[in-house]
């Protein structure tokens, strides 16, 4: 048997019975775990999804009205709402299991949906392969870009099959969490026009008007919006979205890339002139040059980077690319081309090895939030990048985090007692007036060991703290209190003020700092 009838014979929808229905969402669920495990044995909040639960916490279901960097995001708000309804102490790996099975769910509406597509199951393996760096898997806030996928399928829809409900929802889902919808109308038309016939192509094509009108006033009065210059785009656009597809994570050379990038374009270009008559071949190369155009009008392509600076902007020009390769394997016209094909497919399979999977720091949501809890106000880091040094953050009061805590249906207060919490929290920039007033009324004592600071603190006091080099040499005990308190203390290159302000820190304590650093000037601490 070749492989085109093996292909041909496992992508036929209505010859899979559910177990092997079943078994391909495994697949997708393992090639999702290959890319992102560490976001599953240690799940973290990224980015923007804390100014989603801030968001919730303040204005409640108002917030799915709010826009999130200039245009709705249904799904992402969809995730953290009803995590956070369920559990604020899990809510990592409550929203983590909750976008990986939507995830999963695209993948298994990509390889079984009526669409035009050849070699469905392949293109829905495809999508967990790309060869970018795994910004987009796994995580509840980039859904939105799994969301997008969900339009090109009724986009790409075979239009014989006349059912209409499952297009809608594909199109609300997908266009209220992604501004795609804006590349995906057109299309719309387009199918409504070619397929006149159909009035179930009317239907979708109004439908997806009113998403997009729904999205108009987010997306086009948002200010982050860039016009990158011919010479930039004419410089950037093949070999960054062409030839970075095939060699651009083993190999940088700017003749490489322009060389793959060329060949890229080469094999789309036959697949638009052999299907030029079949209107779902102009579909999927529009939707492949949408993905490119919203991309780069979002960033100039200059900055622009698959590993480095924005990868989540190469998803879908990435996706696309390995469906067109796809579709062009199965044009018999085109069986010449069939070993190019393969050759260049593992060639972007083995380009996607040094950018599988990604690692990242601890940051201690759990401990986070029921040490907030005790303080007047309590502000945390997310993951921003992965390190430990992370530029978003959640502030609020200690009234707010209780409160959560009380509605959550996993712990009770009872259990939360029984949990050490930090003695300090880190003091940010909006409490530069609250610090001027903590200097005044400090007076400690310090007395330093070979390897030992202690402290005599009151509550409410504030010291000034770096570790030096990033290790995890330094902890803190306050004596006395063993199994009360966190003993971990930040890892910070830069002064931070650490203020002991938790509710269970008696008026006066002493705090032990321990330096269990190897090198010279490893750390240091001071007093305000």
């Not at 899990?90 to 099975?101: D, H, M, N, Q």
């Amino acid at each position: 048997m070749s492989l085109a009838q093996l292909n041909s014979n496992i992508v036929q929808p209505s010859s899979k019975s559910g177990a092997s229905r079943f078994l391909l969402c495994a697949v997708f669920l393992g090639l999702l775990a290959s890319r992102r495990w560490a976001q599953l044995v240690s799940p973290q909040v990224w980015c923007e999804d804390g100014w989603l639960i801030e968001g919730f916490i303040k204005h409640g279901w108002h917030e799915f009205l709010l826009p999130l960097n200039g245009y709705l995001v249904l799904i992402p708000k969809l995730i953290t709402c009803l995590s956070l309804a369920l559990s604020i102490y899990y809510y990592p790996i409550i929203s983590t299991a909750l976008a990986w099975g939507f995830t999963a769910f695209v993948g298994y509406a990509v390889a079984f949906a009526p669409t035009r597509l050849n070699g469905k199951v392949l293109c829905a393996i495809s999508i967990f392969a790309i060869p970018s760096d795994a910004e987009v898997f796994g995580l509840p806030l980039y859904t939105l870009w799994w969301a997008a996928i969900l339009l090109l399928i009724p986009a790409l829809w075979d239009e014989r099959i006349t059912t209409v409900f499952f297009r809608i929802a594909l199109v609300i889902v997908g266009g209220l969490s992604s501004p795609y919808i804006f590349i995906a109308l057109p299309v719309f038309y387009f199918r409504a026009f070619c397929y006149r016939n159909y009035r179930s192509e009317k239907i979708v094509a109004f439908v997806a008007t009113i998403v997009a009108c729904i999205q108009v006033p987010f997306v086009f009065l948002d200010a982050s919006k860039a016009v990158p210059s011919i010479s930039s785009v004419l410089q950037n656009v093949i070999p960054k979205f062409c030839g970075w597809f095939v060699v651009g994570n083993l190999s940088q050379s700017s003749f490489l890339l322009w060389t793959a990038g060329l060949v890229i374009v080469a094999l789309i270009a036959t697949y638009c002139f052999c299907g030029r008559r079949d209107p779902s071949v102009w579909i999927l190369f529009s939707l492949y040059l949408g993905a490119i155009c919203s991309s780069i009008a979002r960033i100039d392509p200059s900055i622009l980077h698959p590993v480095l600076a924005g990868p989540r902007y190469f998803f879908l020009p990435y996706v696309l690319t390995f469906w067109i390769l796809v579709q062009l394997y199965h044009i018999r016209e085109t069986a010449y081309l069939r070993i190019p094909i393969g050759i260049v497919t593992v060639a972007v399979l083995f380009n996607a090895i040094p950018v599988w999977t990604r690692w990242h720091n601890d940051l201690q949501w759990a401990e986070n939030i029921r040490s907030g809890r005790l303080f007047p106000m309590y502000e945390f880091k997310v993951a921003y990048d992965g390190s430990r040094n992370s530029n978003f953050s959640i502030m609020n009061s200690g009234a707010t985090w209780n409160a959560l805590l009380r509605k959550d249906c996993f712990v009770s207060p009872t259990y939360l007692e029984t949990l050490p919490t930090f003695a300090y929290r880190i003091v940010g920039t909006d409490d530069s007036e609250q610090s001027d007033n903590a200097r005044a009324t400090l007076g400690p004592v310090i007395t330093v060991t070979p390897h030992d600071a202690f402290l005599q603190l009151r509550a409410g006091n504030r010291i000034r703290f770096r570790s030096g080099k990033v290790s995890d040499c330094q902890r803190m005990e306050v004596v006395g209190f063993s199994g009360i308190f966190i003993s971990n203390l930040p890892i910070t290159t830069d002064w931070v003020t650490l203020e002991f302000s938790n509710s269970k820190l008696p008026p006066k304590f002493e705090v032990k700092v321990i330096d269990q650093g190897q090198g010279v000037g490893e750390w240091s601490t001071s007093v305000d």
